[in-house]
């Protein structure tokens, strides 16, 4: 049974950083590719980075370019989001999902559909405030 556990949310002042944390288990690591979403009030779900467990993928959606970090720890199987120069505008809830990519032989691009995606971890809020 796939699990993720999504945490390190909490409010920060602009300008601030935060670390989330996706610990998985249940799946085979090294076959997945694991992204953050974020969830807005009243917005849509969208994706902000994903990244293959060997870490030769990694995208970033534009806004959080050169502020968000997403590493692998394979040792832990876990991914984790480094946020950093935090705006008031990324403020939501953040989702980690994964998606089994095994099958696509290396022939898959990010960013990937949120339909995609096969098991999703609970959000964690992220309060960007002064």
């Known amino acids: 049974d796939v699990q993720l556990q999504a945490s390190g949310g909490g409010l920060v002042q602009p300008g601030g950083s935060l670390r989330l944390s996706c610990a998985t288990s249940g799946l085979a690591f090294n076959d997945y590719a694991i992204g953050w979403f974020r969830q807005a009030p009243g917005k849509e779900r969208l994706g902000v980075a994903f990244i293959s467990s060997s870490e030769t993928k990694i995208w970033y959606t534009n806004s959080v370019k050169g502020r968000f970090t997403i590493s692998a720890d394979n040792a832990k199987n876990t991914v984790y989001l480094q946020m950093n120069m935090m705006k008031v505008e990324d403020t939501a809830v953040y989702y980690c999902?994964?998606?089994?990519?095994?099958?696509?032989?290396?022939?898959?691009?990010?960013?990937?559909?949120?339909?995609?995606?096969?098991?999703w971890g609970e959000g964690t809020l992220v309060t960007v405030s002064s």
């Open positions: 999902a994964a998606e089994e990519i095994k099958h696509y032989n290396g022939n898959y691009y990010f960013p990937r559909n949120r339909w995609s995606m096969d098991a």
